[in-house]
């Protein structure tokens, strides 16, 4: 049965969504990031090693643990966008946007008529034709998955922070990603989050998201780090399986190595 997309869910209701980026590939890692409190992975085929067929096996292990599954594609084109929905993403991020013209081609790919264009094509997600809202009136489908299943662009270049008023105002454009690294790269400042400059810039989009009623997310890398985003008006917040592996390794063996050994 296909119900809201607990990421808004949750938001809607006050609270904060926090997430981490996935590249591990393994299901049994997701089962476990989920039963320990995340509320969603972004399964990432951009940076990752892997593609439809693994993210289809993540997905379906975070549906069985209760964690929301996004996944970030490898591009905005229809293929990449088409096939992540259809084996049951709850939301995509794009990488690499720059324009509002490929915005709305990311919308034409990535959500239904009558706001895009999106094939119809029975795969995991509608049951294989078999869910009821398939089944009954494939309208119902249709609005469901507009409003529960989320198109993120990454404003991670400097031509997105530029056009970010018009993007993130473009009808089907759920929310936008902030990614600090390769946008502080772009604006000549790599790794100097707390420059005057870059500041300015987190604030421009975040501002630009509320204004257009959109959803706005980044990275939170440490917990002290991620509760100054959250204070800031951020929604959710992400960090990296592989970020906690390695802190969590690190804290054990600090600790075997002040007890001397």
């Known amino acids: 049965m296909l119900t809201k997309n607990k990421v808004v869910d949750k938001i809607e ?6 997430g981490a980026f996935f ?16 509320d969603f992975i972004v399964i990432d085929t951009e940076h990752g090693p892997f593609d439809v067929e693994t993210a289809s096996e993540l997905i379906t292990a975070c549906e069985v643990r209760g964690m929301t599954p996004f996944v970030r594609v490898k591009d905005y084109n229809r293929n ?15 990488p690499f946007i720059k324009t509002v013209d490929e915005v ?16 119809c094509g029975f795969g995991r997600k509608s049951g294989y034709g078999m869910e009821p809202l398939v089944a009954s009136d494939i ?13 993120i662009p990454q404003c991670e270049t400097v031509e997105c922070l530029e056009n970010i008023e018009e993007i993130s105002a473009v009808e089907g454009v759920d ?15 790599p790794k100097q989050f707390d420059a005057p400059e870059f500041i300015a810039a987190m604030d421009r989009v975040l501002k630009a998201c509320k204004k257009n009623g959109k959803l706005c997310f980044t990275l939170g890398m440490n917990p002290e780090d991620a509760k100054k985003k959250l204070d800031w008006g951020f929604d959710g917040v992400l960090s990296g399986d592989t970020t906690f ?12 190595h002040s007890l001397g050994y």
């Open 13 to 18: 209701h006050g609270g904060k969504a926090i």
């Open 23 to 38: 590249n591990l590939g393994c299901t049994a890692a997701a089962e476990i990031l989920a039963q320990a409190g995340l």
């Open 80 to 94: 990449s966008v088409l096939k992540m929905l259809d084996v049951g993403a709850m939301g995509l991020l794009i």
């Open 104 to 119: 709305k081609e990311l919308v034409c790919y990535g959500k239904y008529r009558p706001v895009g264009d999106r094939g």
């Open 139 to 151: 309208r119902d489908y249709f609005k469901w998955a507009n409003e529960n299943t989320l198109l």
């Open 175 to 189: 929310a936008i990603f902030i990614g600090p690294f390769d946008l502080s790269v772009a604006m000549g400042i």
């Open 245 to 256: 592996l390695i802190s969590g390794v690190s804290q054990y063996l600090s600790g075997i």
